[in-house]
């Protein structure tokens, strides 16, 4: 190998920081070498460095600065190796890029209290979306759109009232759409995900409390992101306020919904075929 400096910019779980930059800097603090990584976290430089100590800083946006000490050896190179960036906050994402929703292997419901007592367990059986992952994470984005009349809470005689103009009112507003706005650390290994819901022709500001569960590949030949979020609505912030009074003041369907996803999204535009 020739002169220069070589190292390696990955994620704690292993994926390439792209937008790194490695800085070496001799005993007396003067920069002697500034190098971008390539698209796979690889940083190579060729230039010839006189042999001694440094200290390598390694920056990227969103992620915590590391700072070594290396040593250059008499032909001139000093081989970093692999360097761990841990994101700012403790909380690690998906690598940058677009990410498609995969609805065969996610859940959209929501729950409502029914008759002050018992749940009732819903869910949306058709939506589709996008996720965008940024460098700076908290400018990724959240895209998604779902089909109003696929409800299903396992009964014809509710999903039916449910559509109806007394709630969803499928006919007049055929879809509900979500798009954040931010996106902000919450803890250790939380995110709070800022954006606006649009249901029953009302547009709402909504958080969405978000985990990250991790990546892995799938029998398709693709990488796969696994996510968890939940929201509380009220109805009467959509314009839905059917309130069916039973006996004792008890309302028949709770003025709450939980909501709860549990979303795969593919590394991509598009998904896997078949």
């Known amino acids: 190998m020739g002169p220069g400096l070589t190292a390696r910019i990955r994620t704690r779980d292993g994926w390439a920081v792209s937008h790194a930059v490695v800085t070496l800097t001799d005993m007396t603090g003067t920069q002697v070498l500034r190098a971008a990584a390539d698209g796979e976290g690889a940083v190579r430089d060729a230039t010839t460095l006189p042999p001694g100590p440094y200290t390598v800083i390694v920056t990227a946006v969103g992620y915590a600065p590391v700072a070594s000490t290396a040593l ?30 995969d609805p065969a292997h996610s859940t959209v419901g929501a729950t409502a209290q029914h008759l002050g007592i018992t749940s009732v367990h819903g869910r949306f ?21 779902i089909t109003s009349s ?19 009112d499928v006919d007049q507003y055929p879809e509900l759409t979500y798009r954040s706005t931010g996106l902000t650390p919450a803890g250790s290994d939380r995110w709070t995900v800022h954006g606006e819901l ?74 896997p075929q078949g």
């Open 72 to 101: 250059v050896t008499a032909s001139g190179r000093a081989e970093v190796g692999s360097v761990v960036l841990a994101r700012t906050g403790g909380t690690e994402l998906p690598p940058p890029g677009p990410w498609t929703i």
């Open 198 to 271: 649009t249901m029953h022709g009302v547009v709402r500001p909504v958080d969405l409390d978000l985990s990250y569960l991790g990546t892995g590949a799938d029998p398709w030949g693709g990488t796969r992101a696994a996510f968890r979020a939940t929201a509380e609505l009220r109805r009467e912030d959509f314009a839905m306020n059917y309130n069916q009074v039973v006996q004792a003041g008890i309302s028949a369907i709770g003025t709450t919904l939980r909501v709860e996803l549990d979303v795969q999204a593919v590394q991509g535009d598009s998904l």
């Open 125 to 145: 059986t058709e939506f589709g979306g996008r996720i965008e992952i940024s460098e700076d994470v908290e400018k990724s984005r959240v895209e998604a759109v």
């Open 150 to 168: 696929s409800i299903d809470t396992g009964n014809g005689m509710r999903d039916g009232h449910l559509k109806s103009p007394d709630f969803l």
